[in-house]
Structures are given as structure tokens and as C-alpha cells.
């Protein structure tokens, strides 16, 4: 081999185990405890046996009081199982005001935010009484949020620093929580859907928890006995806080709440691996394709409940002539077939109830969860504030022994041009948080973008400027941070991960085994193969076969410079922006602008 090759064995699945110093008497001792002693280790591969998943995708976690594991609005790719002592979610938002703990939102109006959003839409024309109220309410909320910041305090040094809330007891008594016990697992959700925590947990005294990582909990999940406790958990707490913290169901008395948590049905539609279905169907006319979407519920059809989507994308659809018309798409947090409830509650003793006016289709994949009519009208319904509730409808399409009416669509200041709306959803790029979008009317080619991100990334850009098209619109094969990131599904080490803070897909070249499964799941091609390099430059190659070493590269949206986009900062015609493709207002506006 040449003298300017570095010459290793290939990488290998478990490599960087998520422990590398996991003790076998620990590995054993684990196996000998609930859930794993109730699990058939039949149904594991000799490969990735029940104990080798152990051993390489967890590791033991010990708190002291206080010690916060996780923070609400961080992204994560762990669950976690109780073994000892107890951990408290907190049902509310934690005031955590250190830089280092900054919180982000996971929906558009949560915690203290959504609080005093939501006073204010109350109290706004109440008169001045009503607006004393709420400085007051706003004066106790700058209370807590110093009272907690000021109870933070650090254990240990450098990388196994840890955060915790030093008067533990003042701040549960300004919270609601939930505690998890032995035998429990928690965090599982985040881990799942790839989505950020929506509570943080904090350990109330001494813990042991076992941590797994996303790979091993997938693994794990062939067993139905682990699959059970993964559902019992979400129905047994999770659920609860998550209605709980939805503007609908905030007002609902306690018992009526479990009610409704007893009678949901947890269910998913399409494929958790989507983008090898949307590769094989990718050149189909849209109506065919259209056509195939998993049906969640279907125009014209008696309404059976409350939709509400868990995770996932879903399209909102009518029929029109042949085909059939996209009108939205919906995301985790958001509602379907409550305007036909809410239509059919208010004119139960007068009219025939209306069916769904249209049909809700998987794009992929969707985690839902259906909420029974009757449910619905009993312990719903009768608590919402009339104005969160839709308004009747005017001109229904459909009604039951009638034909269906063309009636035009309802609009709203968010709307977006139909086209644009279903080449989105058709090319999946609402699924991009930071989409490369360049406006080829004020683009003059210069490729100074290309330049700046070749000089910020030794050399070699990250992206390329061509893609899919619509219009004047260009959509770069840049790396998107998706919503909902495939490419992470399929890397067996965790290589590929989301920066905890801010979301950011990532690549750890360090645990990178170039297995190519990231890149074969990006449904847009925006990860590419390269040869990898020591820090001197020189080539990589395999030990056994002389090939070369292969490492994942993507766009890293400028990381390492605080996350200021060069190839952003460099355009001289503000032709390139990154954008959010969930921002409905963002890309009307941004459709709308003049070239010149």
C-alpha cells in the first residue's frame, strides 16, 4: 500500500457501545430483572442477542437528588427504564433561565409562552380589572422563573458535569408532577418520533435507570412484552400530560379527562420507514399517488371521532374530478374532524349530522390517536371555550342521502397557493426545518454560495445547488434537519444524531461506520459518501481489501460558526434562504416576493 494511506480494520456495528466499560456481572444482573426476565430471547438474532443489545445500545445511569436527565424542549434519542428510586416529570415548564438550558418550544404556544398567550387572548376586553389580573399573574410567573433559576447548581467536572435544582422541594410546590417508579420507563416518545422532550424529569432522591438508545430500543421492540410496556407507560401518563397541555382539553375536569384517556385508541398508519415506498412511487402521477396514501379517514363517511396526530405528517384532501386536491398538511399537535364534531354537537336535535367533509391520508408514516365521537360530545365538547371551537358550517359538501356540492374552499391569512402546497407535500420537503431554497429570478450564478461553504468545510461543499424545482424555486440538495429525520432510523451507532439543543441532524465522524444506511434513507439524496481522511489528509483505507474507508457528509448548517449559515451569508442578491417548511405564513410571504 502506498506510504500516504492509513491502513485499519473496517468499523464495525458495535464498535462505540453507548457504555464502552458495561461490566458482564451488570449485563447479567439486568437480564435477571423485569422486563427483560419476561422476554423470550428466542426472538433476537444470534447476532444481536437479547444480552449483546444490552451491553452495546445501553448503559447504567445513577442520580443523586435533584439531577435533572432531561430538560423539556431538548431532542433526544434515548429511553430510559427505571430500576430504583424515582424520577418526577414535571408537568409544567421549569423557568430554567441558564444559557446552557435554554428551552425550546414543541408546539407554537407552550409552558409559561402558551400561558400568557392564552391569558391575554382571555382577558383582552375584560376592562382593566381583568388586565390587573394578569400583570399579576405575569409578576408571580417572573417569581418562579427566578426562584428556579436561582436553584440550579452543578455536580462534577468537565463532560460528567450535571445539572440539578438545589431546593428540590420549592420547586415541586410551584409545579404539577408525576412520578416514575422501578419497573416504569419514561422517554421513550422523544426517542421514537425523533421529536423534542415535552417534559423535563428530575431525580426526587437516589436513582438507578438504565439509558437506551434508540438502536437498542428498536431492537428490543420485537418483543411483545416490551412493546406492552411501552404502550402502558403512554397511556398511563404520557397521554394525560399531553392533552393536558393542549388548548382543547386544558378545562377538563379530572374525571372526565380519564375518561378520555381510557377510551383513546393509539394507532399508526404507512410504514416507519417510509422512504423506501416513496422511492419506488416517486415518479407516479400524483393522483395514483395520492391514491395509495394509507386512508385515516375518508370524505363523505360517518365521522367516528377526533383525530389527533402523534407524529408524522398527514394530508388534508377533497376530491376533485379524477383526483384529488391537497388543502393542508398536518403535523404532531394538530386536529382532524373536530370542525365536523363541533358542527354535529351544536345541531345535535336539529339536523342530520354531517360526515367528514375530507379525507386525512398518511404521508408516510403517522402516529395517530382516535378519540370516540361519543367521548368526544360527552367530555370534550361541553368544557372547550366557545372560541376555540370551529364555527358551523356554512355550506357543507357533504350530508348523508344528498349529493356532494362543489363548495369553495375556506380560506385563511396562512394560505398557499395550491400548486406550491401539493409540491411540497409530494416531494416531502415539509419535513425540512432549515430548507435551502434559492430564488433563480434574483440567483445570478455565481456560486458564491458553493465557494463559502467549500472554504468553511476544508475544501469541499456539503451541498449541491440543484434539486427539485417549482417555478422560480430551487430546492437544494442540502441537508433539510428534517421534522422527522429517516436517515436516523437505520444508523446501527448512533453515528448520525440530533443535537439536543437545537435539533440539528449531525454526523459523529468518530462512530461513522460508512454503512451507507443514512444515505440510502434520505428520501432526498442529501447525504453523500466520502472518502474518509486522517487530520493530515491522508486516505483511509480497509486493512483486509485495501477499499477505501467511507464516512456519511451533509450539510452541518455552519455548526462549528454558530450555526450562521455561510452559504446564506455569502449570497450578494438575498437569493438563498433557509427556511421552515412548517411556517405557512413564512413561505406565503416568501412565495410572494418580487423578483428583482
Known amino acids: 500500500m502506498s506510504d500516504q494511506a492509513v491502513i485499519v480494520e473496517r468499523p464495525k456495528r458495535w464498535d462505540h457501545p453507548l457504555e464502552p466499560d458495561f461490566r458482564e456481572d451488570d449485563v447479567q444482573w439486568l437480564l435477571r430483572q423485569p422486563p427483560f426476565s419476561q422476554m423470550d430471547p428466542r426472538r433476537f438474532a444470534s447476532q444481536a442477542s437479547l444480552a449483546a443489545i444490552i451491553r452495546n445500545d445501553s448503559r447504567l445511569v445513577r442520580l443523586e437528588n435533584g439531577d435533572i436527565l432531561f430538560r423539556e424542549g431538548q431532542y433526544g434519542g434515548s429511553a430510559y427504564l427505571m430500576l430504583a428510586g424515582k424520577v418526577l416529570i414535571f408537568l409544567s415548564s421549569l423557568a430554567l433561565a441558564d444559557e446552557r438550558l435554554r428551552l425550546r418550544d414543541t408546539a407554537k404556544w407552550t409552558g409559561m409562552r402558551w400561558l400568557k398567550w392564552f391569558q391575554m387572548k382571555r382577558f383582552k376586553a375584560s376592562g382593566q380589572g381583568n388586565r390587573r389580573r394578569l400583570r399579576r399573574t405575569e409578576t408571580t410567573q417572573q417569581t418562579h422563573a427566578k426562584t428556579e433559576a436561582n436553584a440550579i447548581g452543578y455536580r462534577g467536572e468537565g463532560s460528567s458535569t450535571r445539572v440539578f435544582l438545589q431546593d428540590l422541594p420549592g420547586v415541586i410546590s410551584q409545579h404539577s408532577t408525576s412520578v416514575v417508579g422501578p419497573g416504569e420507563m419514561f422517554g421513550e416518545m422523544a426517542a421514537v418520533t425523533r421529536s423534542p422532550r415535552e417534559f423535563t424529569a428530575v431525580a426526587d432522591g437516589e436513582c438507578l435507570i438504565l439509558e437506551i438508545r434508540w438502536q437498542g430500543l428498536k431492537l428490543l421492540k420485537q418483543d411483545p412484552q ?48 417510509w422512504y423506501a415506498d416513496y422511492r419506488r412511487k416517486a415518479n407516479i402521477d400524483p393522483a395514483s399517488r395520492i391514491a395509495a396514501e394509507p386512508l385515516i379517514a375518508e370524505e363523505g363517511n360517518y365521522v367516528t371521532g377526533l383525530w389527533i396526530v402523534r407524529g408524522g405528517f398527514a394530508r388534508l384532501s377533497r376530491r376533485q374530478g379524477a383526483g384529488h386536491r391537497t388543502l393542508a398538511y398536518l403535523g404532531k399537535g394538530q386536529f382532524f374532524g373536530l370542525r365536523e364534531l363541533a358542527h354535529n354537537w351544536r345541531q345535535e336535535s336539529t339536523v342530520t349530522p354531517l360526515p367528514y367533509q375530507d379525507s386525512l391520508r398518511a404521508i408516510g408514516y403517522v402516529d395517530a390517536l382516535c378519540i370516540p365521537k361519543n367521548v368526544v360530545y360527552d367530555n370534550v365538547l361541553p368544557f372547550a371555550r366557545k372560541d376555540e371551537l370551529p364555527k358551523l358550517i356554512a355550506a357543507p359538501r357533504y350530508q348523508f342521502g344528498q349529493p356532494t356540492l362543489d363548495a369553495p374552499l375556506q380560506t385563511t391569512e396562512q394560505d398557499v397557493e395550491t400548486g406550491l402546497l401539493e409540491f411540497l407535500v409530494d416531494h416531502r420537503i415539509m419535513n425540512g426545518r432549515q430548507t435551502m431554497v434559492i430564488n433563480l429570478d434574483r ?30 424555486w430551487l430546492f437544494a440538495q442540502a441537508c433539510m434537519h428534517c421534522e422527522d429525520p429517516v436517515c436516523m432510523i437505520g444508523c446501527p451507532t448512533g453515528a448520525i444524531y440530533r443535537n439536543e439543543d437545537d435539533g440539528l441532524v449531525q454526523i459523529n465522524p468518530q462512530t461513522c461506520i460508512g454503512c451507507k444506511a443514512c444515505a440510502e434513507s434520505c428520501p432526498y439524496e442529501n447525504i453523500r459518501m466520502v472518502q474518509a481522511s486522517d487530520l493530515k489528509g491522508r486516505a483511509i483505507v480497509e486493512q483486509k481489501t485495501g477499499l477505501p474507508i467511507l464516512k456519511a457528509s451533509k450539510c452541518d448548517f455552519c455548526s462549528a460558526n454558530g450555526n450562521r449559515p455561510a452559504c446564506q451569508t455569502a449570497c450578494p442578491h438575498d437569493a438563498l434562504v433557509r427556511m421552515d417548511m412548517s411556517d405557512m405564513e413564512g413561505i406565503r410571504k416568501w412565495h410572494l416576493r418580487k423578483a428583482g
Not at 235 to 244: A, M, N, P, Q, W
Not at 255 to 271: D, H, M, P, Q, Y
Not at 455 to 470: D, K, S, W
Open 226 to 273: 416490551f412493546r406492552k410496556l411501552l404502550d402502558e407507560r403512554y397511556r398511563s401518563e404520557v397521554l394525560r400530560t399531553h392533552l393536558r397541555e393542549t388548548e382543547l382539553f386544558r378545562f377538563i375536569p379530572e374525571e372526565n379527562l380519564s375518561k378520555i384517556v381510557t377510551s383513546a385508541r393509539l394507532e399508526s398508519f404507512g410504514e416507519l420507514e
Open 443 to 472: 440567483c445570478t450564478r455565481c456560486d458564491d454560495c458553493v465557494k463559502a461553504c467549500a472554504t468553511t468545510h476544508g475544501g469541499t461543499p456539503l451541498f449541491e445547488r440543484r434539486g427539485v424545482q417549482y417555478g422560480p
